[in-house]
C-alpha cells in the first residue's frame, strides 16, 4: 500500500486546514487509518484514527473538539479537518494504515504503512 499526504501549509492559529491521504495498491476499505505527528525534537505521537468503514472515530485529548477524521472509501483516500489550529499542532503529519484494532489504534507499531509526511505550521 502507498499513501501519499497533503494539504499541509503555513497558517495563522485559529485558522483551518484540511489533510488529505491518497491510498493506492491495496484494499483501503480493510485497512484502519490514521494520523499521527512530529514536531521536531519530539516523538510521534497519535492525533486520530478512524475504523474500516469510518464508524468509529479516535481522538488524542489534545485535538479532540478540533480535528475531524474521515474517510471515503470509493475514493481511496482519508481527511483529517483540522480547525482552531494552535501554534502547538505545528508538525510533520503522517497518515498510516494497519489493521491495529480497536485496542491498538493508538500505537504506531500497530500500523504497516506510512505516507511521507505534510508540514503544518501554525503561526502565533
Known amino acids: 500500500v502507498q499513501l501519499q499526504a497533503s494539504g499541509g501549509g503555513l497558517v495563522q492559529a485559529g485558522g483551518s486546514l484540511r489533510l488529505s491521504c491518497a491510498a493506492s495498491?491495496?484494499?483501503?476499505?480493510?485497512?484502519?487509518m490514521g494520523w499521527f505527528r512530529q514536531a521536531p525534537g519530539k516523538e510521534r505521537e497519535f492525533v486520530a484514527a478512524?475504523?474500516?468503514?469510518?464508524?468509529?472515530?479516535y481522538y488524542s485529548d489534545s485535538v479532540k473538539g478540533r480535528f475531524t477524521i474521515s474517510r471515503d472509501n470509493a475514493k481511496n483516500t482519508v481527511y483529517l479537518q483540522m480547525n482552531s489550529l494552535k501554534p502547538e499542532d505545528t508538525a510533520v503529519y503522517y497518515c498510516?494504515?494497519?489493521?491495529?484494532?480497536?485496542?491498538?489504534?493508538?500505537?504506531?507499531?500497530?500500523?504497516?504503512?506510512w505516507g511521507q509526511g505534510t508540514q503544518v505550521t501554525v503561526s502565533s
Open positions: 498510516a494504515a494497519g489493521r491495529p484494532g480497536y485496542s491498538d489504534y493508538f500505537r504506531g507499531p500497530a500500523y504497516d504503512y
Open positions: 495498491g491495496g484494499t483501503f476499505s480493510t485497512y484502519f
Open positions: 478512524i475504523s474500516w468503514t469510518g464508524g468509529s472515530t
